[in-house]
């Protein structure tokens, strides 16, 4: 299977929350992080969290860590049609960061 | 600094041809990643750098493509003898060992496509 996980896509009306999820199966992992693509462009660092820290907090976004579970979460707070996007969970493994497949998200009025 | 910065960001070719990207890191990033990422996947690991050392190499990466990074700041990615299969946005990422996150930033890619 993969070694990071991801659901394909999450459909919300814009001024709600979202909420992409990730499971990853490296415990040893210090950092996780999540991007965000734009067709046709690279991908943007939204936020990265220690593996020693359970919650994260950046402006509207929220990063929940669950060591034990091996989950990862993502809060978009007030989501816009701005970010309609495609959001990827990484994993870092002896520096080397590892996706998943990647969260598409549509925000719809 | 202007970021991670890649060229070409489109290149065309013919099946058999060989090409070669640019990127150009981060100023003062030591670490640079080079992956691969087609359609509806997320980045795939090709190699990564630590100044000029290739420390790491995916089993993805065959014979037919070589990553270069002589002098520790800019780096090139070869690939002979293109094939079909080889269409595909490379991406490149820089980090740093200074930063307490060491997270990859990436270049907008370039896009190849084999013709």
């Known amino acids: 299977g993969e070694d990071v996980e991801q659901s394909l896509f999450l459909s919300v009306r814009e001024g709600d929350s979202s909420v992409i999820n990730c499971t990853y199966t490296d415990s040893s992992s210090t950092y996780l992080y999540w991007y965000k693509q734009e067709p046709g462009a690279g991908l943007q660092l939204l936020t990265y969290?220690?593996?020693?820290?359970d919650m994260k907090q950046d402006q509207r976004l929220t990063v929940l860590l669950n060591k034990k579970d091996k989950h990862l979460s993502l809060r978009i707070a007030d989501t816009q049609t701005g970010d309609s996007a495609i959001y990827f969970c990484a994993e870092s493994r002896s520096y080397i960061p590892t996706f998943g497949r990647g969260t598409s998200l549509i925000v719809h009025p | 600094d202007t970021g991670v910065s890649q060229n070409p960001r489109h290149k065309i070719t013919k099946r058999g041809q060989n090409v070669t990207f640019r990127c150009d890191p981060i100023?003062?990033?030591?670490?640079l990643y080079w992956y691969r990422q087609t359609l509806g996947q997320g980045p795939e690991f090709l190699t990564y750098?630590?100044?000029?050392?290739?420390?790491?190499k995916s089993r993805l990466l065959s014979d037919r493509f070589s990553a270069e990074r002589p002098k520790g700041s800019f780096s090139t990615l070869e690939i002979q003898r293109t094939e079909q299969g080889d269409s595909a946005m490379y991406l490149c990422?820089?980090?740093?060992?200074?930063?307490?996150?060491?997270?990859?930033?990436f270049g907008q890619g370039t896009r190849l496509t084999v013709v």
């Open positions: 100023s003062e990033h030591n670490r």
């Open positions: 750098f630590q100044n000029e050392a290739q420390l790491e």
């Open positions: 990422a820089s980090s740093s060992t200074r930063t307490r996150g060491t997270e990859a930033f």
């Open positions: 969290i220690f593996s020693n820290m």
